[in-house]
């Protein structure tokens, strides 16, 4: 759904947002773009509201809960772009469990279960040299894990589904609200999946 909100009608003040009785999601985040559609920050409704009212940005999502602001109630604003394209510095995805976790989807690498019980597997075992890179790295099932033991893959005669590699698409916002912010259901088409891009990242490669 796409719907504009006319600045001057906004009045000065935001006075408050009407949250229905089962409240899901917080309604003071507001998801915000770059012109480009990249996703930059999820900010406070605040925040975005004054970049409207400046004309800096424009609504792209409205959410379902009303805002009563000072001209009377309002649509609230989800999702908004900026109408110019804001530089950013070029984001660093620190190494960490939870990084290649996110990168591998929460998949097993080697059977491919999906789950919240993943180990990380240095591919080449680190007695044997294995860096701890993210193409030695993968999530991996303890079963898996067991079974790979301290062996290489070949040595324990098990296939990786894929290649590992440091991903390309690295979000601006930071992982752990990145991934919150996925669970959105009005957001999600603004962030992608690590998975996905990974995978067409390599079958470009
Ligand atoms: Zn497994």
């Known amino acids: 759904m796409r719907a504009r909100v006319s600045p001057f009608l906004l009045g000065r003040r935001v006075i408050r947002i009407e949250v229905g009785e089962r409240r899901r999601i917080n309604v003071q985040e507001v998801l915000l773009l770059n012109s480009d559609f990249e996703p930059l920050n999820v900010c406070h409704l605040r925040r975005a509201m ?52 996110a990168r591998d989807g929460h998949t097993c690498q080697y059977c491919g279960i999906k789950g919240k019980e993943l180990t990380i597997d240095h591919i080449i075992p680190r007695w044997m040299g294995g860096p701890h890179t993210w193409d030695n790295l993968v999530a991996c099932c303890r079963r898996c894990n067991l079974k790979k033991g301290d062996k290489t893959p070949q040595q324990a005669k098990m296939k990786l589904r894929t290649v590992p590699r440091r991903p390309h698409f690295i979000p601006y916002i930071s992982l752990p609200a990145y991934l919150k912010a996925q669970n959105r259901d009005q957001w999600g088409i603004y962030l992608p999946v690590f998975e996905a891009f990974r995978s067409s990242q390599e079958s470009h490669a």
Do not use: F, N, W
Not at 61 to 78: C, F, K, N, V, Y
């Open 50 to 101: 004054a970049l409207i009212m400046l004309g800096k940005a424009e609504v792209v999502e409205i959410q379902d809960e009303a805002m009563l602001t000072t001209r009377g109630r309002l649509p609230a604003p989800s999702v908004v772009r900026m109408c110019y394209h804001v530089r950013r510095p070029l984001p660093q995805l620190r190494l960490s469990r939870h990084s290649v976790l």
